[in-house]
């Protein structure tokens, strides 16, 4: 079979239709990337990626965050989640504790934040704290004690602990002090940072 009649037996095998739409697509193909898929439009909008480094947030931190906005009983949730992370260190305790006084609730704050110097019984954060709780249901003596012995533990760095040690001698004093003008208690927690607690007559 000559050249020609070769020719035109391939054309009788592939119509002119067929072989342009072959002639594209392999056109296309050297076009992309060059295993036959067609490059990502690196200009349409792409859903961000999830940061796998990037650190958690703990319960703690959250609930601190929480105590000082005043957000009691979220920062309660965010402490139990602690705690189930955790378990019931005197941290935890501590801030349960603290988180309860805030709310008023002075038996469960007094016995939680006991537990909590159970275990760490040189802790000045935790004793400012009851020393607070102290003062409010009107154990003043043991109040003053409890905040002197934390002043001293603190080596007099805090100036909440200090302010607080002040109320404790007035009302020690001056039982009606606190209820004649009320009082701005400053509770405190491990590793800085410091809360506003306002009583009102």
């Given amino acids: 079979m000559t050249f020609w009649s070769r020719r035109t037996h391939l ?3 592939f119509p002119p239709a067929v072989a342009i739409s072959a002639c594209v697509l392999m056109a296309a ?9 067609k490059a990502p439009d690196t200009e349409g909008v792409w859903a961000p990626g999830v940061d796998h480094r990037a650190e958690a947030v703990s319960g703690m931190e959250v609930g601190h965050r929480l105590m000082a906005a005043g957000q009691y009983e979220l920062a309660i949730d965010a402490f139990n989640r602690a705690a189930l ?4 260190t005197p941290e935890v305790l501590s801030s349960l504790g603290t988180a309860n006084l805030g709310l008023g609730r002075l038996g469960q704050a007094e016995t939680l934040l006991r537990r909590a110097l159970k275990e760490e019984p040189n802790w000045p954060e935790a004793l400012n704290n009851l020393g607070i709780v102290l003062m409010e249901s009107g154990q003043y003596p043991e109040a003053e004690q409890i905040l002197r012995r934390a002043y001293a533990l603190d080596n007099g760095q805090s100036d909440a ?3 607080n040690l002040r109320l404790a001698l007035e009302n020690l004093d001056n039982p009606g002090h606190n ?3 009320g009082s701005e208690y400053k509770l405190v927690r491990r590793g800085g940072g410091s809360y506003l607690l306002q009583t009102t007559p």
């Fill in 85 to 88: 992370e955790q378990g019931l």
């Fill in 29 to 37: 193909c050297v076009a992309g990337t060059g295993n036959g898929l």
């Fill in 161 to 163: 602990i200090r302010d």
């Fill in 11 to 13: 054309f009788s095998l």
């Fill in 179 to 181: 209820d004649a003008i």
